[in-house]
Each structure stands twice: as C-alpha cells, then as structure tokens.
C-alpha cells in the first residue's frame, strides 16, 4: 500500500488550521492535523518542503517505522515545528489503517476501555457573577466536569475569559495583543470565585482550572493549599515546566491535583515529572507530541505511575486532533479526562465528523478509520490569516508567560 500523493491544506474556517492529506496507490487516503497555534506556516512549509518527498513510495502501513524514520532520520529531533509534522502524519496513517480494515482506529489500539470519553467545557466570565452564570449553562448541557476561569478585578484582560458563549480562541490578526497581569491579585481573588462556586454549585460537579504557566512554584504551592477545601479535579499549568523538578515544591505543600503538558512535544519532556509521580494528569496532545504512536507510549509510562491523561483540547485543535484524541482516550486504561472546546460553525462545516457529544460524554463514532473528513472546495473559500497568541506583561512593564 505505497503513498502516492501527499498535500498540505492550510485554511481559516473561524480560525487556522493545517491538515496534512495522504493518498496511496489504492485511493485510499487519511488526514492528520498539523496545527501549531500562530506558527501555522512553518509547519506548512516542514511538511511540504522537507517531509512529503520523503513519504511518496513509502508503506503507508508501516507506522512505526515511518515514525522513526521521520524523528530519528532528521537528526535534529524534537521541538514543536517537527514533532506537529511527524505528529500529522502518524495521524493520517493511522486513519488510513482504519479505511483499509474497515474499523475504527480505536480497534486497532486495543479497542474500547470504557464506553464513552467525559470531557470538559470551559466556562468564563468578566466577573464571579458572569461565571457563575456560565457554569450554569454547562451544567444545563450535560456537562460533569466544567473548566473555571474569571476576570479578576483591577485587571482589564485575563486568560481564559472568553470572547464567545462556547469557545475560547485567544490568538488575534495583527500584531500580538500586550495584556496586563498581576500575580498578586489573581492569588488573592481565586480562592473566592471556587468558594463561591461549591456553595453555588456543590460538590458534585467536577471543577477544574488553568494557571497557565504564570506562577513561581512557591506561588503555585500557596494557590493549590488555598484551593483545598473546594477539591479541584485538577490545578492546571502552575508554573512553567522546563524545569520538572519545580513540582517537587509544590508537591510538598498541598494535595490538589496537578495537570501539565500541553506544550510538551515528547515523552522526555515529561519523563521525570511522570517517574517521580510529581503530576496526577498529563496533557500532551495527539497534534504536538508525536501523533497518536507516541502519544501511547506517554500514556504507558503514565500508568506505570498512576497518572492518568487529560489531553488538550483547545479550538486550535482541529476536528481532525479531537477525533484522534477520542480514539486515543477510549482505548488507553489510564484516561482521565479530555478538553473539548467547541469548534466554530465554518469550522464544523469544513471538516465533517462521526463524533458526538451525549450527557456530558464523547464516542469517536465507529466510522472507518478516523471517522472525520475535509471539504477541501470549501475550506478553499477561507484563506489563511496570519494570527499570533497574546503576549503578557507584568504591571511594571517586564515579559511574563502568556
């Protein structure tokens, strides 16, 4: 089954995406999501200039070890531009996989662990009574397990609060938007928006929230102490994690449960976080780590440790990465949770899909394969528009993590 055409498709239905598209000799072909939020056209060019002459002759059923001639064969390994390009096509050929057999890609991991995929909404607003509101609309949806993030006062701008009702798309046309930030406050005001929350809300609901990387781990030990009482299913992104052993500290002062990884392209960016069991979920995603082949290995390392997964899911995300992550997600014995953000109607409308949302649960749908497809007439009509993700500053003017 030799490849015989691959192309890039780069479009804009609501927001960017590249969806790399691998054709064999028997008109079979298999999509892979090659998205890289604001760096969309270097994983483009990767792809077209420099991986797809490399695949055209190739087996498109040997997976692994078109895996491993890709990673291991550019000597220059890692970072996020190559591993979305590997990570695009091991996806493809894994959907191929599927159409040939006439199964779902889920069978072809192991099968089903579970019968469906809880996932979690991300609900926001300007104020704690604006939020509050919105998680009450994601209960009303069926939703079990709700991401909480709010304005905090004093503070024009703040991350997670959405612009839309369903969906947070933070990256802009332009130059990047400069926002405004201030730890202080934010450590200050948190604990307040969760106490209100439970008292809204109870315990049943499973609440989750994202620091986004802004915290020294002293800070980040204090805000999971201080969020205790309201049993959080998970602190995400408490600090920067180049440095692993950071979490050690944090570990030391409070048991909230610790999230980490979107950023993450490998196994060894996560390696001793997992080993010294200094996290509780690992996030790395099917589009940035390596495809779902690697993305298997993580998660086997992870249970060896207890950890489980919580992919990302955020709208930069195409339908293409969701439908490989539910795969993904129902196979592996260690899941535990996995971001859906709702993607835009142009966006729905350009990359169809078998998977579906139920009560707070998601199924990739038993369709060959993947199960998702592209309009490729019509993702024609929504030419790429270069848009970068904000930048943040400390009230004093210095560069801080966005």
């Avoid at 028997?26 to 990767?46: H, I, M, P």
């Avoid at 604006?130 to 209960?139: D, K, Q, R």
């Avoid at 979107?262 to 690992?282: G, T």
């Amino acid at each position: 089954m030799k490849i015989t055409d691959a192309k890039v498709i780069v479009c804009s239905p609501g927001r960017n995406f590249v969806t790399l598209k691998v054709t064999t000799e028997d008109g079979l072909y298999g999509l892979g999501d090659a998205t890289l939020n604001g760096r969309e056209l270097a994983v483009a060019s990767y792809l077209a200039d420099h991986v797809i002459p490399l695949l055209i002759g190739r087996d498109a059923r040997r997976v692994e070890d078109t895996w491993q001639y890709l990673y291991k064969g550019a000597y220059w390994r890692r970072g996020p531009v190559t591993m979305t390009a590997i990570s695009a096509v091991d996806t493809a050929l894994w959907d191929i996989k599927g159409k040939s057999l006439n199964v779902p890609v889920y069978q072809l991991l192991g099968g089903a662990s579970r019968d469906a995929v809880m996932v979690y909404g991300h609900a926001s607003g300007a104020d704690i009574e604006s939020t509050l509101h919105a998680v009450a609309e994601y209960l009303r949806l069926g939703y079990k397990a709700v991401r909480v993030q709010s304005g905090v006062p004093g503070m024009a701008t703040v991350y997670g609060v959405g612009r839309g009702d369903f969906y947070y798309e933070p990256a802009e046309p332009g130059r990047p938007p400069e926002c405004l930030w201030s730890s202080e406050a934010y450590l200050n005001f948190v604990p307040h928006l969760f106490e209100r929350l439970r008292k809204e809300f109870g315990s049943a609901v499973h609440l989750l929230h994202d620091v986004h990387h802004r915290l020294t781990p002293i800070e980040a030990a204090r805000l999971g102490k201080s969020l205790e009482p309201y049993h959080l299913f998970w602190l995400e992104d408490p600090v920067p994690a180049e440095l692993q052993e950071s979490f050690r500290l944090i570990r030391q002062h409070t048991t909230t449960p610790l999230a980490v990884g979107e950023v993450f392209n490998s196994v060894y960016d996560c390696q001793q976080l997992i080993q010294e069991q200094l996290i509780d979920y690992i996030r790395t995603t099917v589009v940035h780590a390596g495809g779902i082949s690697h993305l298997r290995k993580i998660a086997s390392l992870a249970e060896l440790y207890h950890v489980r997964t919580g992919c990302h899911g955020a709208t930069d995300m195409s339908p293409v990465c969701i439908a490989a992550a539910l795969h993904f997600d129902l196979s592996v014995h260690n899941f535990g949770i996995q971001e859906y953000m709702r993607h835009s109607a142009e966006t729905e409308r350009v990359f169809s899909h078998a998977y579906t949302f139920s009560d707070g649960m998601m199924h990739p749908g038993d369709a060959p394969g993947l199960g998702v497809d592209i309009d490729e007439g019509l993702a024609a009509q929504y030419p790429y528009r270069r848009a970068y993700l904000p930048v943040n500053r400390r009230l004093d003017g210095t560069i801080h993590s966005w």
